[in-house]
């Protein structure tokens, strides 16, 4: 039988197929070659099981090869990582300017995950509502620097019908994940998209000021207006797993539009001489939020040279 992974936790998983659910188990130690993941199986995973009517459980024989993926750093083992969701058409990544506050750094390393893996992604800035004139014109500088990228931008509310009837319309007949902090607000906006679904929420902890995980496990559900979505556990930190970064640029779409200026075709834009990013960076053309993120995940996963021509 061939199915899709809705829900996986540990061992145990849940597979539809034909639109029947089946509990399965994952037939002996399943690991995916080259990368070392701290999960075998995920949300979204195409999978062939057999199934056992007597005793009601299915074993997956086969995971069928990602055509993509989305991963972040594991809680408790973080020389690994862990992989949120498979087989993905498109990524929105739910914002929050303050309480908590999404970074550049995390969009940034979301957007680059989503370059990577050719996977479409948009972001919501959400809970407007809530945002004073200081707020709004954060929000407002927040998404500049995207739109001028080229990344699609919504902002919205669990007021605002018109932007959330915008983000069902993009939802038709795709797979789509929901990430984000947790506290974000992704299954509030899933409930608006989608009121059957009737997904738990909770406010912010008032001690730490931080999202409650109200999800625990990435979970697909199937939304009345045609396509899946996949609401997933609240994330701190992300992972750049498998990526080359000797051609991390290549995942700045901007960075790439101006690396065309660069003298070396080596460049990887530091300190080299005529250098396209660079000078775009001296003449605001690519932002220094969008450069510090580039520093910071290079810095992390590799030793480049100083001197690179």
């Given at each position: 039988m061939?199915?899709?992974v809705?829900k996986?936790?540990g061992n145990l998983?849940?597979?539809?197929?034909d639109n029947?659910?089946y509990?399965c188990k994952?037939?002996?130690?399943?690991r995916?070659?080259?990368?070392e993941?701290t999960?075998p199986?995920?949300?979204?995973d195409?999978?062939?099981?057999?199934?056992d009517?007597?005793?009601q459980?299915?074993l997956?024989e086969k995971?069928?090869?990602?055509?993509?993926?989305i991963?972040?750093?594991s809680v408790?083992?973080s020389?690994?990582?862990?992989?949120?969701?498979?087989?993905?058409?498109l990524a929105?990544?739910v914002?929050t300017?303050e309480d908590?506050?999404?970074s550049?750094?995390?969009i940034d390393?979301?957007?680059?995950?989503?370059e990577?893996?050719?996977?479409q992604?948009?972001?919501?800035?959400?809970?407007i509502d809530l945002h004073?004139s200081?707020?709004e014109l954060?929000?407002k500088?927040?998404q500049?620097i995207?739109?001028?990228?080229?990344?699609e931008t919504?902002?919205?509310s669990?007021y605002d019908?018109?932007?959330?009837?915008?983000i069902?319309?993009?939802l038709?007949?795709?797979?789509?994940?929901?990430?984000?902090?947790s506290?974000v607000?992704k299954?509030?906006l899933?409930n608006?998209?989608d009121?059957t679904l009737?997904l738990k929420?909770?406010e912010?902890?008032?001690?730490h000021?931080q999202g409650?995980?109200?999800t625990t496990?990435a979970?697909?559900?199937q939304?009345?207006?045609?396509?899946?979505i996949?609401?997933t556990?609240?994330?701190?930190g992300?992972?750049?797993?498998?990526?080359?970064?000797?051609f991390l640029?290549?995942?700045?779409p901007?960075?790439v539009r101006?690396?065309k200026?660069?003298?070396f075709?080596?460049?990887i834009h530091?300190n080299?001489?005529?250098?396209?990013v660079?000078h775009?960076?001296e003449?605001?053309t690519?932002?220094?939020?969008?450069?510090?993120?580039?520093?910071?995940m290079?810095?992390?996963n590799?030793?480049?040279?100083k001197?690179n021509?």
């Amino acid at each position: 039988m061939k199915g899709i992974v809705i829900k996986s936790t540990g061992n145990l998983c849940q597979v539809i197929s034909d639109n029947k659910k089946y509990s399965c188990k994952i037939k002996g130690k399943n690991r995916l070659i080259d990368i070392e993941f701290t999960n075998p199986i995920a949300v979204g995973d195409h999978v062939e099981f057999s199934y056992d009517i007597k005793n009601q459980i299915g074993l997956i024989e086969k995971i069928n090869n990602r055509k993509n993926y989305i991963i972040r750093k594991s809680v408790n083992l973080s020389h690994k990582s862990q992989i949120i969701a498979s087989n993905i058409d498109l990524a929105l990544l739910v914002v929050t300017i303050e309480d908590p506050i999404t970074s550049f750094n995390f969009i940034d390393r979301f957007l680059v995950q989503a370059e990577a893996y050719k996977i479409q992604s948009k972001l919501i800035f959400n809970k407007i509502d809530l945002h004073d004139s200081r707020l709004e014109l954060k929000r407002k500088e927040y998404q500049h620097i995207y739109d001028s990228i080229g990344y699609e931008t919504i902002s919205t509310s669990i007021y605002d019908k018109k932007n959330i009837s915008k983000i069902k319309d993009l939802l038709k007949d795709k797979v789509t994940v929901f990430s984000g902090h947790s506290g974000v607000g992704k299954s509030s906006l899933i409930n608006l998209l989608d009121p059957t679904l009737k997904l738990k929420t909770k406010e912010l902890s008032s001690y730490h000021n931080q999202g409650v995980h109200t999800t625990t496990y990435a979970e697909m559900f199937q939304i009345n207006s045609g396509g899946y979505i996949i609401d997933t556990p609240g994330i701190r930190g992300l992972g750049l797993i498998n990526l080359n970064i000797e051609f991390l640029s290549g995942y700045f779409p901007e960075m790439v539009r101006a690396s065309k200026d660069c003298k070396f075709k080596n460049c990887i834009h530091l300190n080299e001489p005529k250098c396209g990013v660079l000078h775009a960076l001296e003449n605001n053309t690519i932002a220094e939020s969008r450069y510090k993120s580039y520093l910071s995940m290079l810095e992390k996963n590799t030793n480049y040279r100083k001197n690179n021509y």
